[in-house]
């Protein structure tokens, strides 16, 4: 069982693209010797050096992110309070893609409770059904700002605060496409089953991110549309 | 083509990474000697310059006052990201962290090659801009608004929106670098390597990725709202009322002084990021030529952090001249003089160190020691600087310009010296030539004092820095032949460097052959041949005891290595506490 689970380590491991997302998946199930850690075989196999657990990646991954959203929303609040402005209205996608992604989170987080249940069908419909919302999410914020541009308001609009609502959703949004890569890494995993509830760094790891980007949409949605 | 140039081995990206720093510090040292020459002698005629970059010339051959600008800017740019942020920390780190701690390699090796590639493209980016319509930007390299939004005419044009678009994914690879660099220290220690037990200068490497992931966001959101700024029109930090080419830009609501708190957030902390590693490896090559245990391990570790925390609270002693309010000035200088303890600390612990030790004085040791005259020297300026009563007159003088080129430019490039002098025999089985070596430190190590103290002079007299000539004040030109003697001093030093690039030439090729632990050190590097094998440690070191074993009481020998267990050492009481 373990020599081939560790065979498919190896072709993970030489997958994968380099964004800092990516690479944490590229060590999906490196800390596999933690878990297993009653089977000896495995561990003389994979000697204890070559350790990286792809979550402290991730921790350390989100400090530069949670700083560069606080640097622009430093920039926000000082225009508010110098210049004040008339907030814009909300589009009422953005309203709908603020739930979907919330949903989201609450069915990803399903997807690997399933996971560690060893429950791999329901955890293969949790991880289709959140991709399945992510995209929607997507979406909806596309048609948000086809819904301003509509009404006429564009990013370098005489309206600040429509601005830093464009700059927000595109940097939210970015972030959030790593994010996708990470799910549809995960849907494409479930789907041939690779993995398994001692092998699911990569799940972790991707919802814990998606969590992340979820809190970090929810702070800016009640900055963009409540606190005024 | 995979061995080398996309090699996965923390040894390759090391020197890659070394090799890119001294490219840059080769074109930024050549752009400052412009600058002097231009200073210093401003009516001279360039004929055969004036042919390669016709725009940066006038019709009678003379180089435009916007060009020397330019050549500040670039010249600023180049030394302050290519070379100090990635010279002390990504290439000595790549290369010796995973040996330092006993790591057979970084936690992600992939991330560790694509940001070197990726800081390779920030540079090409960079240099481009040379070459562009408008040429390279001028408004320096900290890019104030509103001068960098203007985004027509000579330094105005496209060069600064590479510029930004440069630094931009600069900062992408040194966050990408550091997160390898984090992650690896935190979980790819051998056995026995406690946090306590690393090397001082895998300390500085710590304390300097977290700066990183801390500062270089901040960069990062910053020049993509300028370059939004300049691109399609947004105002975050475009002002109201600003006259260009005679026009007056209105209906804007930017607020141009943002920038500087959101550059200066990055820009303090980057500077510490500079200086840190160099002090890491500066307190290894004192400890080690000193044959004595560094003086007060842990409250070297703690003033390296300390100085790291300190670092993003100081960021307004840039901007008491921008108008912040007094009783900011005020608390901003109370924090900024505060570094000067933990930075006491460390300079006490250096002598401390020193006092009494069997000193070696080998060319390693001569950089380190010219590394703590230096930061001293550099630091005292910045003493004066602190106080914004003080800084409001000397601010925009050559005092400022002397001062940081001795502490952050001079400093840390000695430290940079000392490193390279130090680990060369480790990276390549031989040892530099000591003699050339000598020679070198004395004429840099006099050249940088001969060049830098006297700014400090200049700027208390009232000498503006960035201006391209001062013959046209009155009261100016009574300093031109100081300016003459500086710019005299710095040929003669920049020629002197030279002698370093010859001997790390030939000493690459034909250098003493040395046993892979020629300076007696007792760190884990040592252990393995010089050059080290591809996969470092064949089985997983044991770390025994603490980094500065030097000259132990009982010990037959006087450096214990980190694997000696203290089974091996008769009654070996140890000096640290471990």
Known sequence: ???????????????????????????????????????????????????????????FAMIPIAIFFAAIVFVYLAHEMRNGWTPIAMPAAVLASTLVLIISSVTLEMARKALKAKLLEDFKRWVMVSTFLGITFFTTQLIAWKQLMAKGVYIEAINPHAT??????????????????????VLFGAMYYRFSADRRNAVDVTTTYWHFMDGLWIFLFLLLFVWK | MRKYLFS???????????????????????????????????????????????????????????????????????????????APQAAFGNYFLPLQIGANQMAAPRLGQTSFWITTLAFCILITAFFVAGGAPLAGWTAYPPLSIISSGTGHARGMDLWLISLAVFSIAAILNSLNFMVTILEHRTSGMQLMRMP????????????????????LAAGLLLLLDRLIGTDFFTPNGMIVNGQIIDLRQGIPILWQHLFWFFGHPEVYLAILPGMGVVSHILATFSRKPVFGYRTMVWATLAIALLGFLVWGHHMFVAGISPYLSMTFSFLTLTIAIPSAIKTLNWL???????????????????????????????????????????????????????????????????????????????????????????????????????MHFLGIAGNPRRYAEISQFIYLNQLQPLHKFITIAMLITVNAQLLFFINLITSTFAGKKVNENPWQATTLEWTVTSPPPKDNFSEPPNVCRGAYDFSLPDAAQDFLMQTQADSMVAEDKPVEPK
């Open chain 1, 1 to 59: 069982m373990s020599t081939v689970e560790t065979k498919i380590r190896r072709t993970n491991t030489t997958s994968g693209g380099n964004n800092t997302g990516g690479d944490n998946y590229n060590r999906g199930g490196g800390d596999e010797g933690n878990n297993s850690g009653s089977n000896d075989g495995s561990q003389t196999e994979q000697p204890k050096k070559h350790k990286t657990s792809p979550m402290l990646f991730l921790t």
């Open chain 2, 352 to 454: 401390g160190t020193m006092w009494g030790g069997k000193i070696r004085l080998a060319t390693p040791m001569l950089y380190a020691i010219g590394f703590v005259s230096l930061f001293v020297t550099g630091g005292l300026g910045g003493i004066f600087l602190g106080q914004s009563s003080l800084d409001i007159y000397l601010h925009d003088t050559y005092f400022v310009v002397g001062h940081f080129h001795l502490i952050m430019g001079s400093a840390a490039v000695f430290a940079i010296f000392a490193a390279t002098a130090f680990w060369f025999p480790k990276v390549f089985g031989r040892q530099m030539n000591e003699d050339l070596g000598k020679v070198h430190f004395f004429l840099t190590f006099i050249g940088v004092y001969a060049i830098f103290l006297p």
């Open chain 2, 8 to 86: 996965l081995d923390h040894k390759v990206v090391g020197l890659q990474y070394y090799l890119l720093a001294l490219t840059a510090l080769i074109v930024a040292v050549s752009l400052s000697v412009l600058m002097r020459l231009r200073l210093t002698w401003p009516e001279d005629v360039w004929p055969l310059f004036s042919k390669l970059l016709p725009s940066a010339f006038n019709n009678a051959g003379q180089m435009t006052p916007d060009f020397y600008l330019a050549l500040m800017t670039m010249h600023g740019t180049i030394m302050i990201f290519f070379v100090l942020t990635i």
């Open chain 2, 200 to 219: 001082l200068t895998c300390w500085g490497w710590m304390a300097t990725a977290m700066i990183s992931l801390l500062a270089f966001p901040v960069l």
């Open chain 1, 164 to 185: 830093f609502f464009y700059i927000l959703t595109a940097a939210h949004g970015l972030h959030l496409f790593g994010g996708l890569i990470g799910l549809s890494y």
